[in-house]
Nanobody, 128 residues
Framework: QLQLVESGGGLVQPGGSLRLSCAASGFTSDQYAIVWFRQAPGKEREGVSC????????KYADSVKGRFSISRDNAKNTVYLQMNTLKPEDTAVYYC?????????????????????WGKGTLVTVSS
């Protein structure tokens, strides 16, 4: 069964940190770019960060640049999103998704490509 599974969400105070994981099963993720999205209550889904299949190219939304860091361990079929200096406005369900690396021409637009696989999401709540 081909799937992506997110983990690592939870409740954290403003200024705190969390590390999300996106584990792929049923397929080898090293041929895929991985994208993190989030959706806050009552808001549209937005792209947060993406990483190329090799890990050499990354992109971040302006709202998280300098605070979030994406990385991957292809030996473990896992992508990570390190989130630091969290703010209440980071509260959302975070999803990871995969698109074939060969289908991505411009990582500056990685949030706009059609994803092949989606995870079910993990909730991040930033509150005091």
């Amino acid at each position: 069964q081909l799937q992506l599974v997110e983990s690592g969400g939870g409740l954290v105070q403003p200024g705190g940190s969390l590390r999300l994981s996106c584990a792929a099963s049923g397929f080898t993720s090293d041929q895929y770019a991985i994208v993190w999205f989030r959706q806050a209550p009552g808001k549209e889904r937005e792209g947060v960060s993406c990483i190329s299949s090799s890990g050499s190219i990354t992109k971040y939304a302006d709202s998280v640049k300098g605070r979030f860091s994406i990385s991957r361990d292809n030996a473990k079929n896992t992508v990570y999103l390190q989130m630091n200096t969290l703010k209440p406005e980071d509260t959302a369900v975070y999803y990871c998704a995969a698109v074939r690396g060969s289908d991505v021409s411009y990582y500056s637009r990685c949030f706009d490509y059609a994803m092949i696989y989606w995870g079910k999401g993990t909730l991040v709540t930033v509150s005091s």
